[in-house]
Every structure is written in C-alpha cells, then in structure tokens.
C-alpha cells in the first residue's frame, strides 16, 4: 500500500489490512449475520420475561437521575478528548482539544450504527488523519487510547471482584475470571513492548497455524514502539482512562437510582468492566442483545428480578444514545465537500511537512 501523499508515511499493518478490499461475499454477510445474532437474543430475552414489566419500570424511572447520567457519561466522553490529546504529544501531532472533543463525539453517534463498540474508534482515526495528514499516527494513537481504556477497566474490575459478593461465571469466581483476564492483557502488552520478546513470540507464532495474526500483532508493536520513552503521557492518559471508567460505574449506578435498585457499587465495579468487554466481541451489532444477557446474569445473582435487570441494561443504552446525539448534530453542522476540514494550524504544519 501506499504512502500518504506528501506525509511519507505508510499506515500500520491492521490499517492496511482493514482497508484492503474484503470479499464481496464476508462483507455482506458479516453484518447480517450480526443482526440476525442481535434479534434472536432480545427475542429469547423477550420471550423470557415480562416486557409490560420492563416497560412499566421504564415508564417510572425516575428522569433526574436519568438526566445526570446522560450529563455525567457526556462528561466522560470529553474526558476521554483529553486523554486523547495528550496521547498525541508523543506522536508529534498538534490538534485543537476543541476538534478532538468534536471527533470524538462524532465517533459516539457512528458507534450506535457500525457493528461493533469499537467502530467509532476507525471513525476518530480517519477524522484525525484527514486533520492531520498523519494515517499511521493516527491510527497508533487511537489504539493506544483503547489499549489503556482496557487496562483501567481490567485493573478496576480486578481489584473490585475482592470486594463485590460472590458471584460465578463459567465455573469461575469473579476473581479469578478477572485476575486472568488481566494477566493476559499485561502478557500480551509486554510481549509488543520488549523487542526481543516480540521477535521470539514472533518467530513461533509464524512456525504455529496461528502465522495469519503476525499482520495485526506487528501493527501493535509498532504503535506500542513510539511510546517507549513517553512515561509521563502514558502516565497521565493512564489516570484519566480510571477517571473514565469510575464515570461509567457512576452511570450505571444513577441508572440503579433511577430504578429503585439497590447495588453495591464494588459490585458495579466488578460487572461494569466485564458487560463493556463482552460488548467488544464482534458476534452482534454493537454488543446488542450480548449486554442485555449479562446484566441478566450477573444482577440477577445479586437477587435483581429479570425484567428490572433487562430494564437497567435498556436503560444505560437510552443514556448512551442521548449522549451520543450531539456527535450527529457536529457530523450534520460539518458535513460538506471539506468535511471536518483541517484548522488553520494543522493545515499549515501538514504544509510544512510537504515542503
């Protein structure tokens, strides 16, 4: 693939690889079947419970909690812009907090329509290329951004899981399901930042049937590689993206407020962090259906009724919808031939980078 025109770079490997052409066939029927995997599971769910019920709670709840959810997770999403711009220090790029806010939320709205939680973050790294003419930086920063999103969430429901009430999942406590799940992220992150681990990993990776993830794991490395002497922005990103995901917990906990349920937030800790990463995973449209089910599971355990269990679960989904609006309103307001043109400032440096 290409460099970028007038910017010599050339996009990490997981940029080239999402861009190539996909078989007509996979991208087709990657999205239907998706949707089919969302609808039958709210049909189970539905079939399951008491939708009057679920309706009922939801017609009650109580809108001033509501309210301060929708303000607090709009809230973190500009906390997360700020993560963000810090994160772009260590790149060299030099972007207007006030445009990162914009590019973020406009990655909100588009995330209530691509197929998973993370498509908005494919959003953010093309408004930020076009904004910079940076596609590679791009792209590294807004991995890193998720990368340490993740470590704060697995670290949190870790230490959280000591606290929270017993609860089992798959044959495991919440402790151990969590302890592991952040031993393996730790794992595979120090693999991408020793070189000489990488390169021994790697040379066994391409002997073993699993050769076809070398593409994805050296576009990592080297997003991981140009933050090497950058400690005191991980540093800072890193304790924003805590910051974050106690502002998650806190929705959810105005959300229990606004339903008249009762839950330790050690337990919200523990179940926040894991329904966000079981909405990661690419098997419905944007984790629809996958969230219902655990809330579910892991409320009810705690003695939640399955209907004001499902409730709460619709309920954050309202909050997030809400919040993600104004994301369409800026995508709307800029939307022309020069959409999210660069400013003055990054145009001139991208300028400057051609002559």
Not at 16 to 43: H, Q
Not at 63 to 85: E, F, N
């Amino acid at each position: 693939m290409p460099s970028r025109p007038g910017t010599g770079e050339r996009p990490p490997a997981e940029v080239r690889a999402a861009v190539e052409p996909i078989p007509a066939t996979r991208r087709r029927t990657l999205p239907w079947i998706k949707l089919v995997v969302s609808v039958g599971l709210y049909a189970l769910i539905f079939y399951a419970t008491d939708v009057r019920t679920i309706v009922r709670h939801l017609a009650e709840a109580r809108l001033a909690y509501v309210a301060a959810a929708v303000l607090l997770y709009a809230a973190g999403q500009a906390l997360s812009a700020l993560r963000w711009h810090i994160l772009l220090r260590p790149l060299a790029l030099t972007v207007p907090y006030s445009r990162l806010v914009a590019f973020y939320f406009t990655g909100m709205f588009f995330n209530l329509f691509l197929p998973t939680i993370v498509g908005g973050d494919a959003v953010k790294a093309l408004l930020l290329a076009r904004e910079t003419g940076a596609t590679a930086r791009s792209a590294m920063s807004v991995f890193m951004e998720r990368n340490l999103g993740l470590f704060a969430l697995l670290a949190i429901a870790a230490v959280a899981a000591t606290l929270a009430p017993p609860v089992v999942v798959g044959g495991l406590t919440l402790t151990t399901l969590t302890l592991l799940l952040l031993a393996a992220f730790l794992a595979a992150n120090l693999v991408i930042a020793s070189p000489r681990a990488y390169h021994g990993i790697d040379r066994l990776v391409a002997l073993s049937p699993f050769a076809g993830i070398r593409m994805r794991a050296a576009s990592l490395y080297e997003a991981v590689a140009r933050y090497r002497s950058s400690i005191g922005a991980l540093f800072s990103a890193s304790v924003l993206s805590f910051v974050f995901q106690f502002v998650v917990v806190g929705v959810v906990f105005l959300n229990a407020r606004a339903l008249n349920l009762d839950v330790p937030v050690s337990a919200l800790a523990v179940f926040v962090p894991l329904i966000s990463l079981a909405g990661m995973i690419p098997v419905t449209v944007n984790g629809l259906g996958v969230r219902e089910a655990l809330y579910i599971l892991l409320f009810g355990q705690l003695g939640a009724p399955t209907e004001l269990a499902v409730s709460l679960a619709l309920l954050f989904l309202a909050v997030t919808i809400a919040a993600s609006l104004p994301g369409g309103l800026v995508y709307a307001l800029h939307r022309s031939p020069s959409s999210f043109a660069p400013s003055r400032s990054a145009a001139d440096e991208a300028a400057m980078r051609r002559s």
